[in-house]
Antibody, heavy 121, light 105 residues
């Protein structure tokens, strides 16, 4: 059974750096064709893709946010970490991690429940 | 930047067919996927690679694509299908559509 769970601070202050951890089970990020992505959703708004990392440690970022994002993995812990610098109230959102496997479209097929992050002083 | 455009809302009566469209310039050469998101829940994949249905998704959900438009069809929509639906595709970037609120009443 594939599961993913996001963890991190619920509240961050403007200009701070956000660090979110995705802990997963039921698959390995060393398996060929495996990917984990981060996606966010501001309250009442649409989904926005942020970043993806694959089994070979290749990393891909949103064009609009690439200067603020870093994605990394720890395969021994089955974790993927996302950092986002210089947080702003506009970054208030539910942040999801999600898995993709074996598809050139990279469509996520399993999602975590999401972690709400509020940016406020 | 690549964009996918969806209607903000679609409304049908129970038992009717609901069709949700997604338009994008790259769709003639790129697959579309569809996600259902009920209030307060994480998205669930209902269609991938234009028309494939994951295991556990009811047969009333189907997908198609022609030219620059992909379509999610729910045949005989049920009250429990009321949700936000997002299309997804990749070109030079990964993109979700703006979402469509499906009302079934």
């Amino acid at each position: 059974q594939v599961t993913l769970r996001e963890s991190g601070p619920a509240l961050v202050k403007p200009t701070q750096t956000l660090t979110l951890t995705c802990t997963f089970s039921g698959f390995s990020l060393t398996t060929s064709g495996m990917y984990v992505s981060w996606i966010r959703q501001p309250p009442g708004k649409a989904l926005e893709w942020l970043a993806r990392i694959d089994w070979e440690d290749d990393k891909y970022y949103s064009t609009f946010l690439r200067t603020r994002l870093t994605i990394s993995k720890d395969t021994s812990k089955n974790q993927v970490v996302l950092t986002m610098t210089n947080m702003d109230p506009a970054d208030t959102a539910t942040y999801y991690c999600a898995r993709s496997y074996g598809s050139g479209t990279y469509h996520p097929d399993h999602w975590g429940q999401g972690a709400l992050v509020t940016v406020s002083s | 930047s690549y964009e996918l455009t969806q209607p903000p809302s679609v409304s049908v009566s129970p038992g009717q067919t609901a069709r949700i469209t997604c338009s994008g310039d790259a769709l003639p050469k790129k697959f579309a996927s569809w996600y259902q998101q009920k209030s307060g829940q994480a998205p669930v994949l209902v269609i991938y690679e234009d028309s494939k249905r994951p295991s556990g998704i009811p047969e009333r959900f189907s997908g198609s694509s022609s030219g620059t438009m992909a379509t999610l069809t729910i045949s005989g929509a049920q009250v429990e299908d009321e949700a936000d639906y997002y299309c997804y595709s990749t070109d030079s970037s990964v993109v979700f559509g703006g979402g469509t609120r499906l009302t079934v009443l």
